[in-house]
Structures are given as structure tokens and as C-alpha cells.
T-cell receptor, first 115, second 113 residues
Framework: DGGITQSPKYLFRKEGQNVTLSCEQNLNHDAMYWYRQDPGQGLRLIYYSQIVNDFQKGDIAEGYSVSREKKESFPLTVTSAQKNPTAFYLC??????????????FGEGSRLTVL | AQSVTQLDSQVPVFEEAPVELRCNYS??????LFWYVQYPNQGLQLLLKYLSGSTLVKGINGFEAEFNKSQTSFHLRKPSVHISDTAEYFC???????????FGGGTRVLVKP
């Protein structure tokens, strides 16, 4: 079945360590997104990519980095510069031209806890 | 830039009672509007969307929403809720010519037996 796969589902990290969250989609979508979710704050956009080898900062990009070397993959690295990285991270994608009707398809999420 | 306000952070409701979740947005241009549902520790699932045309939109699981341009609102309703509707609901907006979705803070619905 087509969909978005995020891994790992749960991740623990010590302060000062970088960690990379994986996001893979087989929906043949051009655009991919990373959101951060904190209780009571909804979803906030970290980075997005509309095409391979191109990406843009979202509203809270500081302390994060991404790459888009393949259409189906959009990994997110949470660096040690991110001051409060404990959160639920959601990857999403959308297709169409240019970005269709904007409906996002979401992965199951990755919960990162910094110890 | 657009913004979304969900006026209620939590809504308790009894089983088989109706529920309405309020959503207001601000944007100076044409927008698309969405409602998503999130069950615990899962991703978001689309309930319904408004792109154009009829202002009353029907979605999955018996939900519907009405787009009101003059009041810049997109409230979600269900005439009779089930225990399984316990979840968090997010309203979202995107400029019709844009490529980013902006989410509200979410409304947590707790259905009581």
C-alpha cells in the first residue's frame, strides 16, 4: 500500500547529540514537509521541500537540518543546537501540480525524548 | 501570512450528542480549508476539505463543515458522536496559490458514555 513511513517511532537522545529521523514515501509526491507537534501548540512547520535537491525553511527551522537527494526520502536531523528538541515529529507529503489541492498525507510520527 | 484559531482547546461531550468544533482563520487572499483528526500517538488523517463550490462540505465518519467567508469560519459538526470519535481535531488553512499548510492549536474531544 502507498504511504509514508517514519522511523524510528520512539527515540531517546542524550543532550549534545545529533539525531536523524527518517521519512520515506511511495506516493510519488513531489512535496514533503516536516512538522513539530507540542501539546496545545498544534503543528509547526520546520522545513519543506517541493522538489528534489531543493528545500526551504519553515517557521521554526533553527536547530534542524534536512536533505532531499531522492524524491521519496526527506530525512530530518535534529542537531545539538536545537534547545528544546523533545517533541513529536510528523512528516507529510502532497502531490499534484504545483502542489495539488494541498491535502497532506501524514506518517505515523516519531517521538523524540532528550534525556 | 494566514493564521488559524481554534477557539476551544477541549470539548467534552456525551455519546450520541451533537458536537461543534469552532475554527476561525485570517487571510487576505483565497484559501483552502481542511479538518484533520489525530488519534493518540498517530499521524493526522484528513476528515474533509473545502476548495471551492458548495459551502457545506461532507467528510468521513459523519462529519461536516460549513465555510463562511464573511465570518472567516470553518466550523466542524457531527450530529451524533461515538466513543470512537475521541481524538484531537485540527483545522488548517492554505492559500490557494501557496504551498504551506498552517494549523490551528487543536481541539481535544472527549466522548463520555
Amino acid at each position: 500500500d502507498g504511504g509514508i513511513t517514519q522511523s524510528p517511532k520512539y527515540l531517546f537522545r542524550k543532550e549534545g547529540q545529533n539525531v536523524t529521523l527518517s521519512c520515506e514515501q511511495n506516493l510519488n509526491h513531489d512535496a514533503m514537509y516536516w512538522y513539530r507537534q507540542d501539546p496545545g501548540q498544534g503543528l509547526r512547520l520546520i522545513y519543506y521541500s517541493q522538489i528534489v535537491n531543493d528545500f526551504q525553511k519553515g517557521d521554526i527551522a533553527e536547530g534542524y537540518s534536512v536533505s532531499r537527494e531522492k524524491k521519496e526520502s526527506f530525512p530530518l536531523t535534529v542537531t545539538s543546537a536545537q534547545k528544546n528538541p523533545t517533541a513529536f515529529y510528523l512528516c507529510a507529503s502532497t502531490g499534484g501540480a504545483p502542489v495539488g489541492t494541498g491535502e497532506l498525507f501524514f506518517g505515523e510520527g516519531s517521538r523524540l525524548t532528550v534525556l | 501570512a494566514q493564521s488559524v484559531t481554534q477557539l476551544d482547546s477541549q470539548v467534552p461531550v456525551f455519546e450520541e450528542a451533537p458536537v461543534e468544533l469552532r475554527c476561525n482563520y485570517s487571510s487576505s487572499v483565497s484559501v483552502y480549508l481542511f479538518w484533520y483528526v489525530q488519534y493518540p500517538n498517530q499521524g493526522l488523517q484528513l476528515l474533509l476539505k473545502y476548495l471551492s463550490g458548495s459551502t457545506l462540505v461532507k467528510g468521513i465518519n459523519g462529519f461536516e463543515a460549513e465555510f463562511n467567508k464573511s465570518q472567516t469560519s470553518f466550523h466542524l459538526r457531527k450530529p451524533s458522536v461515538h466513543i470512537s470519535d475521541t481524538a484531537e481535531y485540527f483545522c488548517a488553512v492554505r492559500r490557494a496559490a501557496g504551498n504551506k499548510l498552517t494549523f490551528g492549536g487543536g481541539t481535544r474531544v472527549l466522548v463520555k458514555p
